[in-house]
């Protein structure tokens, strides 16, 4: 059945993707962004490209931290569900400014929870972060470990929020809420300052790429396409009376070393990478490694593009132009 669903961050890299995908199954989407400029606005309006072009879209520039447009925007389509993605992104940035990186994913996220609470919205998916796990000594991270040592204050925002949602379910029982914790997404329109696409840049320009540390350190990268199937059956969980606040991992369960993923870069784009060798960056963990075992028995999640497909796929789209903001090669 066609659904109402509301997306904040929905010019972004994965919140275009899950607007294409909701809007291809039938859904109606109202997609909120402030296209703010910690990367080229104009990037993010290419991304809603396709969305645009549909009479069941509708892009709103507004700011998830403004409590009255966020009223206006759910009073504007009356959402039988709610996305929330905006956020402040990025470890390293968040060093330099934690203060913002708190006003946006914590304050912003308060707001759009209380927005939704105050207009009698029951259904809410929030994006959290592999990065709330910190450096775990126990890997593969499950979503039953205490996530209480972040190493930046991204990670730091990003449980928060989790919290703020814990809490926004018991003291609201018509609320219910579903917290996602992705693992390092990647693919077509992924953010330019993010690694994968970044060192595909410097590599087929011939500049040298920085590496921090020894390229010893390995990331659970995850399929964009793969993250919004978790989103969507997330959206669809929240349709259960019985669901309150709950936590998933969405990555594909597999790690990657940064050695190995230049190495599949460097196959993909037939170039041999220049490296810089730089010292290791606070805030940055050793290790990402998802536990999806609740994920695939609760909401059926089952990622279906290992890195070794799907580096080549987000090449096939960097180097077409014609591309940019088209939806992600299958």
């Given amino acids: 059945m066609a659904e109402r669903v509301l997306i904040t961050g929905a010019a972004g890299f994965i919140g275009s993707h899950v607007a294409d995908a909701l809007l291809a199954r039938g859904d109606r989407v109202l997609g909120v962004d402030n296209f703010d400029d910690f990367y080229d606005p104009a990037v993010k309006r290419a991304n809603v490209g396709d969305a645009c072009r549909s009479s069941a879209f509708t892009m709103l520039d507004a700011d998830v931290r403004d409590a009255a447009a966020m009223t206006r925007a759910i009073a504007a389509i009356q959402p039988d569900a709610i996305v929330h993605l905006a956020a402040r992104a990025g470890v390293r940035p968040s060093i330099a400014a934690p203060a913002v990186y708190?006003?946006?994913?914590?304050?912003g996220t308060a707001v759009l929870l209380e927005?939704?609470?105050?207009?009698?919205?029951?259904?809410?998916?929030?994006?959290?972060?592999?990065?709330?796990?910190?450096n775990a000594s126990r890997v593969p991270f499950s979503e039953s470990d205490a996530a209480i040592q972040p190493v930046?204050?991204?990670?730091?925002?990003?449980?928060?929020?989790?919290?703020l949602c814990e809490t926004f379910a018991e003291l609201e029982p018509r609320l219910r809420i579903v917290s996602l914790r992705f693992?390092?997404?990647y693919g077509p329109r992924q953010r330019p300052d993010l690694?994968?696409?970044?060192?595909?840049?410097?590599?087929?320009s011939g500049r040298p790429i920085p590496v921090y540390g020894d390229g010893s350190s390995s990331r659970d990268y995850t399929y964009v396409t793969d993250t919004v199937q978790g989103v969507l059956a997330a959206i669809d969980r929240t349709r259960r009376s019985d669901v309150r606040h709950e936590l998933?991992?969405?990555?594909?369960?597999q790690t990657t070393t940064l050695a190995q993923l230049i190495a599949l870069l460097e196959d993909a784009l037939g170039r041999t990478a220049a490296i810089e060798r730089m010292p290791p960056q606070p805030g940055d963990v050793l290790c990402t490694f998802a536990d999806i075992s609740r994920?695939?028995?609760?909401?059926?999640?089952?990622p279906a593009v290992p890195i070794q497909d799907g580096i080549p796929r987000f090449v096939a789209w960097f180097r077409d132009p014609a591309q940019r903001g088209a939806a992600a090669p299958r």
Avoid: C, M, Q
């Fill in 183 to 185: 693992f390092t997404v």
């Fill in 102 to 107: 708190a006003d946006v994913n914590v304050r």
């Fill in 248 to 253: 998933y991992n969405l990555g594909e369960s």
């Fill in 115 to 134: 927005a939704a609470r105050a207009a009698g919205i029951a259904r809410v998916v929030v994006a959290s972060s592999s990065s709330v796990y910190g």
């Fill in 195 to 204: 690694a994968i696409h970044k060192f595909a840049s410097l590599i087929s």
């Fill in 152 to 163: 930046s204050p991204y990670a730091a925002t990003k449980r928060a929020a989790e919290l």
């Fill in 295 to 302: 994920a695939r028995d609760t909401l059926g999640y089952a």
